[in-house]
């Protein structure tokens, strides 16, 4: 028998709000298949990785569904251990005076922060757990630290262990890279590498084509929740594609297997 999907959406007809955000949209993400799904703002990129979270879903309909790894169903614990979703937006929602560690060990709960009820509940091995997590991406020193007094850079990477923190076979990274500098970004970009070189599958979404690592070889481009192109990355990462993506005039370079873009200017 072949290998379920990692993911697998049919039909899915997805509302934010009143915002038909994905009308009857499918897309199929084998298991340990590297996927960069780009958009502009709006596209609904975060959606369709809430929807893959369990956060959100899609209106009950004939045909529809969305399956990870060929089931409909999951509890959030037991979809913990196969996907790790790393969001900016989280960032935001955790309290100030959350630790590293804390942001680490919320993961185990699946929970925003630790404080209340929950504090009681943290074993001594999932603090061991959550710092060895820390150790391993280099950030022991902001275990102890509170988010409130870390750089966006090292948040990011708080959460990237929150993330780590059960070993999951699949990493989800929603604009991994926005609001770090060069250093931050190109370390945080290498980390990744390496996990995916270690055998972790990396399903990144970005609005930049430069910062796509090269061993991502599948690009799906996504308008206003309608996939452009999927597929090879040197087919879909076209000068054509990118304007009928963004909506605007797009050169391309690639350079060591990055894809890096500027603008087309009229006569330049
Ligand atoms: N909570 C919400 N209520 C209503 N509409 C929403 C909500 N969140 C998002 N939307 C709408 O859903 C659409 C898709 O948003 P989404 O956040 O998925 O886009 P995105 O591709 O992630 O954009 P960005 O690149 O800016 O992060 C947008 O039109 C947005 O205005
Ligand atoms: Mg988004």
Redesign the pocket.
């Known amino acids: 028998m072949s290998e379920a999907p990692l993911i697998e959406i049919r039909d899915a007809t997805i509302?934010?709000?009143?915002?038909r955000?994905f009308d009857r949209f499918n897309l199929t993400i084998p298991q340990h298949e590297p996927v960069a799904i780009l958009?502009?703002?709006?596209?609904?990129?975060?959606?369709?990785?809430?929807v893959i979270n369990r956060e959100i879903y899609p209106v009950q309909g004939d045909g529809s569904s969305v399956r990870i790894l060929g089931r409909d169903r999951w509890n959030v614990w037991d979809l913990r251990s196969h996907i790790g979703l790393v969001s900016h937006d989280l960032q935001m929602h955790y309290h100030a005076r959350a630790t590293g560690l804390d942001v680490v060990v919320s993961g185990f709960y699946s929970s925003i922060g630790v404080h209340g009820v929950l504090a009681g509940r943290i074993t001594a091995v999932q603090r061991e757990l959550a710092y060895t997590t820390l150790k391993n991406l280099d950030a022991e020193e902001l275990a102890g630290r509170r988010l409130a007094n870390m750089s966006t850079g090292q948040q990011r990477r708080c959460l990237l262990g929150r993330a780590l923190v059960h070993d999951p076979d699949t990493l989800i990274l929603?604009?991994p890279t926005a609001g770090l500098d060069l250093a931050a970004a190109f370390g945080y970009l290498d980390r990744i590498r390496r996990l995916s070189a270690v055998g972790k599958n990396i399903v990144l979404?970005s609005?930049s084509p430069g910062e796509i690592p090269p061993e991502i070889q599948r690009i799906v481009l996504?308008r206003a929740?309608r996939v452009i192109a999927d597929g090879a990355k040197e087919r879909v990462l076209t000068e054509y594609n990118l304007q009928q993506t963004y909506g605007v005039g797009v050169r391309i370079a690639v350079v060591d297997g990055y894809y890096f873009t500027y603008p087309a200017v009229a006569g330049g």
């Open positions: 509302f934010r709000g009143d915002t955000v958009g502009p703002n709006g596209s609904g990129k975060t959606t369709l990785l809430k929603d604009e979404v609005h996504l929740g």
